[in-house]
């Protein structure tokens, strides 16, 4: 296994907080098992990143090494909080380990809840989804962590509506979901 492999499976031996549909603890798992066919509902966050005048929104491209989705495109960061740590300290760690970015104001602007299963890994995603919202400068240096992130763009409203109507295999299963919310926190922009 290679060094940059190492960080993505040492994480799947993390515990996450298992929920029930109204986001209510119910137990935990481990990432893996709470992955495993058929899935089981577990909280998890996904950070959206937009320009301050919110007309551009930050895109990577999992990295191949992902064990679930690897190189579709996403929002700029996902991620599960340990059981019982604020999901805004959470999403603020993954920021800074994927995008090398700190400092950055999150807000909760919604919860996205889905299951869908990755075809190639055969794990499954069943995520009480917190969608976090925060701003980022377009020219702000991003340094990814290559074991997480293949690319970044910057995409604006026309853009991201294209790219959710292409081939499915492009996206994870997610995006779409994840950014309904920002159409309302961020203006008719951002309606499709």
């Known amino acids: 296994m ?4 190492r960080p993505v499976l040492d994480r799947e ?20 098992q709470a992955h495993t066919a058929p ?20 895109l990577q491209q ?5 064990t679930r989705f690897p190189l579709r495109w996403a929002n ?4 599960h909080p340990a ?5 805004a300290a959470a999403a603020a760690r ?36 917190h969608v976090l919202l925060g701003q980022l400068p377009a020219e702000q240096p991003l340094a990814p962590d290559p074991a997480e992130v293949a690319t970044l763009r910057w995409v604006d409203p026309a853009e991201l509506s294209d790219l959710l109507a292409g081939p499915p295999g492009a996206y994870a299963p997610w995006l779409a979901g994840v950014v309904a919310p920002l159409a309302i926190a961020a203006g008719p922009d951002w309606q499709r």
């Open 2 to 5: 290679s060094p940059s492999q």
């Open 13 to 32: 031996h993390r515990l996450v907080e298992l929920v029930d549909p109204a986001g209510r603890r119910t137990g935990t798992a481990t990432v893996a």
């Open 39 to 58: 899935g089981r509902l577990h909280r998890a966050f996904s950070v959206l990143l937009v320009t301050p005048d919110r007309q551009r929104l930050l």
């Open 62 to 66: 999992r990295a191949p090494a992902k």
């Open 76 to 79: 700029a960061c996902c991620g």
């Open 83 to 87: 059981p019982g740590q604020p999901v």
């Open 94 to 129: 993954r920021l800074a380990e994927e995008l090398r970015v700190t400092g950055v104001a999150l807000a909760e602007i919604g919860v996205y809840r889905y299951r869908a299963a990755d075809p190639d890994s055969g794990g499954v995603e069943h995520e009480y989804d």
